[in-house]
């Protein structure tokens, strides 16, 4: 059982380039998450999905987009990437809210 | 003030000792608590919840609510090298709203 898959591990970007981080989960969760975390800060929402054709703005979603097409897939959209991007990337799944179950994280720098 | 504060640490404890681990929140419509426990470079998973007010032991960890005094804790009981990670509280208002993590703190439990 592979819970909740993330590729690429580690990207270096270029200033205004853009990329797309996949995310994947095989254990049938409605709910999906994108968080973003910085050293020593914590970690903080950027988007997330209820379901299937469902998607919100969570904290922090200026710079990003994501789609929701299939229950399994949930990826995240960077567009013109910036320095302040560089950060890890998480996604999650989760039956309910609080159990959430995280994936190993995208390392991204952006010079 | 932020809506949940936690002490980042680094806390560094003898192997055997109990550990107590913090977070105090502004938002008395918190009703679903949670610790994340995460290793160097790997995802958050998730440790404990609980809901609304009490005490709940799993094994060698217990965590604690006190919803008056708007303060979580976490307790481990025969600290071990392994337990040493970043701890990171969450805590929602429902099941429908999103997670709010504090910052995390990273605990070293020594040999």
């Known amino acids: 059982n592979a819970g909740v898959t993330q590729t690429p591990k580690f990207r270096i970007l270029k200033i205004g380039q853009s990329m797309t981080l996949q995310c994947t989960q095989d254990?049938?969760?409605?709910?999906m998450y994108w968080y973003r975390q910085d050293p020593g800060m914590g970690l903080k929402l950027i988007y997330y999905s209820v379901g299937a054709g469902i998607t919100d703005k969570g904290e922090v979603p200026n710079g990003y987009n994501v789609s929701r097409s299939t229950t399994e897939d949930f990826p995240l959209r960077l567009e013109l990437a910036a320095p302040s991007q560089t950060s890890v990337y998480f996604c999650?799944?989760?039956?309910?809210?609080?159990?959430?179950?995280f994936g190993p994280g995208t390392r991204l720098t952006v010079t | 003030q932020k809506e949940v504060e936690q002490d980042p640490g680094p806390l560094s404890v003898p192997e055997g000792a109990i550990v107590s681990l913090n977070c105090t929140y502004s938002n008395s419509a918190f009703q679903y608590f949670m610790w994340y426990r995460q290793y160097s470079r790997k995802g958050p998973e998730l440790l404990m919840y609980t809901y609304s007010s009490g005490n709940k032991e799993d094994g060698r960890f217990t965590a604690q609510v006190d919803k008056s005094s708007k303060y979580i804790s976490l307790f481990i009981r025969d600290s071990q090298p392994s337990d040493s990670a970043t701890y990171l509280c969450?805590?929602?208002?429902?099941?429908?709203?999103?997670?709010?993590f504090g910052k995390g703190t990273r605990l070293s439990v020594i040999a």
């Open positions: 254990m049938n969760h409605n709910y």
């Open positions: 999650a799944s989760s039956v309910s809210r609080y159990e959430q179950y």
């Open positions: 969450a805590m929602s208002e429902s099941g429908n709203t999103p997670l709010v």
